[in-house]
């Protein structure tokens, strides 16, 4: 699609979900307010984010959260936006966030017809002191009723219904799968509305370009470090921003492959398989690539035992996720 023909297009991401929903013969709507909740939530969080250094809203708080992490000012106003604005919408039966150890339960009723929303509210929060690229990583499936909140949430990645990112550079992005391809939308400052830029988005499949945090490297297992040396002796570019949502995203757009391996400080990897792994996975694989947790086992199929554990990540162009996993093997 051009540049010309994207605008004549004008369809906004509230134009978007209202016409997916319309395609679905059995929709209630439930799943369209949720997402709308969603949007809001990243414009009030951009919004935040657009004014760091002019509000208060840098450095840390002073508290750790459950991963042990520093918590900064806006990992917590990013938190309360989206608990706030998420609690009110009728569909929502659970939410958890990785800034909260335990999920929160929304309303008082058990009920199948409701989702669960996971979410890791402002993802590579480091970088914000240095105005780096920051987001928000969300992941939404279905209640399971008669079960307590974690046994509810405790599905693989394969049953999500709905996935999505918000990057905050140097553009507002919202990236969106509902199980039907990758959508992705900017915000547009003028008017308030984030505006769709590509509609099933596909990844390319190959490209000579990986993103991890090499530092790590002396503490990779072998088959990270060999496939680095190949890598690098094979005309590869190293970029790594810090921030899964800003590596993924450019992954989505150029192709490559990113990956957080397990180290001797993070043996499992450092990454969050229910709220920073599995929606990513999803919005890959909606967009042809590839993500898996090592070389047999797809990331969502991983079955969760806790809400807030971690998977080592290989994930992006499937040519270049295979190449990585050779060495594994
Ligand atoms: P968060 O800010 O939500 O804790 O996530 C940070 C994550 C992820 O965004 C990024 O890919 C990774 O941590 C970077 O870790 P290193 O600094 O160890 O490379
Ligand atoms: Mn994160
Ligand atoms: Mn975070």
Redesign the pocket.
């Known amino acids: 699609m051009s540049v010309s023909d994207r605008h004549k297009e004008t369809i906004t991401l509230q134009s978007h979900i209202l016409g997916s929903e319309a395609r679905q013969e059995n929709a209630t709507g439930t799943l369209s307010w949720i997402l709308s909740a969603l949007s809001i939530s990243a414009k009030m969080i951009a919004a935040s984010v657009r004014r760091a250094r002019l509000d208060d809203v840098l450095g840390e708080v002073g508290n750790e959260n459950v ?1 042990g ?1 520093a918590q ?1 000012k806006l ?1 917590v106003i990013a938190n309360d936006i989206l608990l706030r604005i998420l609690a009110a919408r009728e569909g929502v039966a659970i939410v958890a966030s ?1 800034e909260n150890e335990e999920p929160v339960i929304i309303g008082e009723e058990d009920d199948d017809q409701k989702y669960c929303i996971l979410f ?1 509210p ?6 914000l002191d240095v105005c780096g690229g ?2 928000t990583i969300f992941s939404i499936m279905r209640n399971r009723s008669g079960l307590s909140a974690k046994d509810s949430l405790l599905q693989p990645g394969f049953e999500q219904v709905a996935a999505g990112y918000i990057l905050y550079g140097s553009s507002t992005i919202f990236t969106l799968t509902v199980g039907d391809g990758v959508d992705m939308f900017v915000l547009d400052p003028a008017i308030g509305a984030f505006m769709r830029v590509e509609t099933n988005l596909k990844i390319p499949q190959s490209n000579k370009s990986y993103s ?2 090499e ?2 490297r002396l503490s990779f297992p072998e088959g990270y470090k060999n496939y680095l040396h190949w890598a690098q002796s094979n005309g590869y570019s190293a970029r ?8 993924v995203h450019r992954i989505l757009l150029k192709g490559g492959v990113f990956m ?1 391996p397990p180290t001797v400080k ?1 043996p499992v990897g ?3 398989l229910m709220y ?1 792994a599995n929606p990513m996975a999803m919005l890959v694989e909606q967009a042809g690539g590839k993500a898996m947790c090592d070389s047999q086992m797809p990331i969502q199929k991983v079955q969760p035992t806790d809400i807030h554990q971690r998977v080592p990540v290989i994930m992006g162009s499937t040519a270049e996720v295979d190449k990585v996993l050779k060495f594994l093997q």
């Open positions: 991963q992490e900064q990992d990785e890791d402002l993802d590579g929060s480091s970088n920051v987001g991890l945090n530092g790590n790594y921003a810090g921030a899964m949502v800003a590596d957080y993070a450092k990454l969050r920073e």
